[in-house]
């Protein structure tokens, strides 16, 4: 039974994520999923001493610095910040506005070969909420990740922030 003044949720299926060298847009496309990005931010900045040290690049180095939105059928999904060396690829927003950038990567000849990824999970902040559409304090998924080539150069790193109640990241252990 509605009550007046509650809102009804809209449910969908969740995402589910699994743990393998391959990025979230691939895995949307690969699942037949309707997504999009939205690029909230894009500059050229100097790397950080944190940045600096996850690509292992000297500080002050050039790296792009992107904040994006994806969406699932019009719904935020995933907040992903990334930062990535100048050096190694030149792309514009717009390129990731129609590829994901792990495709923009392979283009340039700095495939992501092995990544390491640290998963966890914390509550939304408000101004994440906001963004993600859930309310402040809701829990998240975590994942730090740097990607290396094949020549052991970290590509890309990033923080990604995943709504708990939409996407879960599945993991197949084998002994040897």
Do not use: W
Not at 146 to 168: F, K, P, Q
């Amino acid at each position: 039974m509605r009550k007046p003044g509650v809102r009804t949720p809209v449910v969908t299926a969740k995402v589910r994520r699994p743990i393998e060298l391959a990025s979230l847009y691939d895995d949307l496309n690969t699942a037949g999923r309707d997504s999009r990005t939205s690029v909230l931010s894009f500059t050229i900045v100097k790397a950080s001493d944190s940045t600096a040290r996850a690509l292992g690049i000297p500080d002050g180095v050039a790296v792009y610095a992107v904040e994006r939105l994806r969406y699932v059928r019009n719904i935020p999904l995933a907040l992903m910040r990334h930062e990535v060396p100048a050096s190694i690829v030149t792309f514009t927003e717009k390129d990731l506005g129609k590829r994901g950038l792990h495709e923009i990567l392979r283009s340039h000849g700095a495939a992501p070969r092995i990544v390491s990824e640290t998963i966890g999970a914390r509550a939304a902040t408000a101004a994440e909420a906001r963004m993600l559409k859930e309310t402040r304090g809701a829990p998240l998924l975590t994942m730090e990740r740097t990607a290396y080539d094949e020549h052991g150069r970290a590509v890309e790193h990033g923080l990604h922030l995943y709504r708990a109640s939409l996407c879960t990241f599945e993991v197949t252990q084998t002994s040897s």
